[in-house]
């Protein structure tokens, strides 16, 4: 999808660290404004060919005082100024702009972390909507402080501490917020963007998912020859599925799909999803079982990027002999490869400003982004790569994909492989898992909670403990039960089941599941902790 053709006016965040960062990027799409995120180091022309109507500073774990601190490219404030462009920075973004701009920035007197009230001192722009004295709820997380002000910028809210709030310029069109809007903890956050992008920045909003359809349809049968054949890689998972029923809906019967048994699934994956895919889908789907293919090369194996690269580089060698097969039968060799990538896959598979990287620190490579081998063949068409979870299961409704299967809980790429923590074939780590897990999800269903969680899986220790079981002493291995709620997968908190539930279904493992003798729930949110385990 071109950006450019969005029927939105476009606000570009230049990412300089935050852990929040992707939720400016949220916050905002969910005012049918379209909204893009890459690296606050990029260079000018990276930003200005996107032609951004505004454009978000975020913040970050610097100091604008650190000789290796992050900026904006040289120029970006007088191009800013020339093309009339709204500039918002947050926390960091806003020290970076006082600094910049000739203030000044000082080590603060009193740190800031947390929730704090803050007191409206201006009613004009980005609080033109508030009455002076206003007082509101907000999350600091800030140590320096803007101590003197560029020429033109006017204080317009300070936090009951005295500290600078919130700062602007209306003629330069340069606004800060110290706080985090972006987050619940700040309760008003979202109605202060809301006025901030409409009333202020006048933006125009047209960022719905019927367009972002008509578009992706466009470019790929641009992208795509009339007598070009393509591969799509299924997984299972909702996904690969909307993106191959989108690619399917372009092209016809030029999309050849291939699901692979890499001996990674969950228990009875392969039987159910071809069910699905032959009787409501109607994808045309070939199936490959490459179980020994993918678990002898896996052998031995513990490191988890290791996996991930071994597992990726399996696919691409699956993909490549089965466009052989195609070119035999059709005359002509695919040339396209459908995947289901992420926005969020391409946020987390990025490197951050001020760490040696040029952007947000590589969380693990996805096998769809950063996973792949430098020599594939097929040339890559991923229409879901600027869309959120929530976004992709909106589009798959319009394509009418069956409700139940947009429901489905993400499974990883490199599937139970990065669920056995290890390696995947000691210890016969993959059956057991596989029944715990069964266990773990069907007992979540019957409870009737399954679309309150995000996520749920088990997870295969590379630990054994001593337990008692038939009044016999056992030495078993140790299973970790999983389960998290969020909006798009890039932070999420811990699922608080009934006590009574997590009694049945950990009595229900140990007496069905022999070989394991204790079960544990991870309570961690992201962060600190990923969602899955590897």
Not at 40 to 61: A, D, E, F, R, Y
Not at 275 to 280: L, P
Request: aromatic share 8%.
């Amino acid at each position: 999808m071109d950006p450019k053709a969005v029927k939105s006016d476009l606000v570009l965040i230049l990412d300089f660290g935050s852990q929040y960062t992707h939720l400016i990027t949220r916050r905002i799409r969910s005012l049918s404004i379209f909204s893009l995120c890459i690296s606050g180091t990029s260079p000018l022309s990276s930003v200005t060919s996107l032609n951004p109507k505004v454009v978000i500073l975020s913040g970050g774990p610097h100091s604008v005082h650190s000789d290796d601190s992050p900026s904006f490219a040289d120029g970006f404030v007088e191009w800013a100024q020339s093309n009339g462009v709204f500039v918002l920075g947050i926390c960091y973004g806003l020290q970076l702009i006082v600094q910049k701009l000739g203030g000044e920035v000082r080590v603060g007197e009193k740190q800031e972390y947390g929730r704090m009230e803050i007191e409206v001192k201006k009613s004009l722009g980005i609080f033109g909507g508030k009455s002076v004295g206003d007082r509101q709820v907000v999350w600091m997380s800030h140590g320096d402080e803007a101590a003197r002000l560029p020429n033109g910028f006017e204080v317009v809210a300070r936090s009951q501490q005295g500290a600078v709030a919130a700062v602007e310029d209306q003629e330069r069109r340069f606004y800060g917020l110290q706080y985090h809007p972006e987050v619940t903890h700040s309760p008003e956050g979202m109605e202060t963007l809301r006025y901030f992008l409409f009333d202020v920045c006048g933006v125009n909003a047209g960022w719905k998912m019927e367009a972002v359809m008509d578009e992706e349809i466009k470019v790929i049968n641009n992208t795509v020859e009339p007598d070009d054949h393509v591969i799509c890689a299924l997984s299972g998972g909702v996904d690969s599925t909307v993106a191959a029923t989108l690619v399917h809906k372009a092209i016809g019967d030029r999309l050849h799909c291939v699901f692979v048994d890499n001996g990674l699934l969950r228990y009875k994956e392969r039987e159910r999803v071809m069910e699905t895919f032959e009787r409501d889908l109607h994808l045309p789907v070939t199936c490959v079982d490459a179980t020994d293919q993918f678990l002898s090369k896996l052998k031995g194996v513990v490191d988890p990027e290791m996996k991930r690269k071994i597992i990726g580089k399996e696919f691409i060698c699956i993909f490549d002999a089965f466009a052989q097969e195609l070119e035999h039968k059709l005359g002509k060799r695919p040339v396209f490869l459908v995947q289901g990538t992420l926005y969020p896959d391409v946020i987390e598979s990025c490197p951050p400003p001020g760490t040696g990287r040029t952007h947000s620190h590589t969380i693990k490579s996805h096998h769809n982004v950063g996973g792949l081998p430098k020599d594939m063949k097929l040339k890559l068409i991923e229409p879901l790569k600027l869309l959120f979870k929530d976004e992709v299961r909106q589009l798959g409704r319009i394509l009418r994909v069956p409700e139940p299967f947009l429901k489905r809980h993400p499974f990883p790429g490199p599937g139970l492989a990065v669920r056995v923590l290890g390696d995947v074939t000691e210890f016969n780590a993959l059956d057991i898992l596989r029944q715990v897990d069964e266990i773990f999800i069907q007992s979540i269903k019957d409870a009737g909670i399954y679309d309150s969680i995000w996520q749920a899986f088990a997870v295969f220790l590379p630990v054994k403990s001593v337990g008692v079981q038939g009044d016999q002493r056992t030495h078993s291995h140790v299973v970790a039960l999983r389960a998290v709620t969020s909006q798009d997968g890039m932070t999420a908190d811990w699922y608080n089941f009934e006590h009574k539930f997590l009694d049945d279904v950990a009595r229900k493992i140990c007496n069905s599941v022999r070989g394991v003798n204790r079960v544990v729930q991870d309570i961690t949110s992201k962060p600190p902790s990923t969602i899955e385990w590897e």
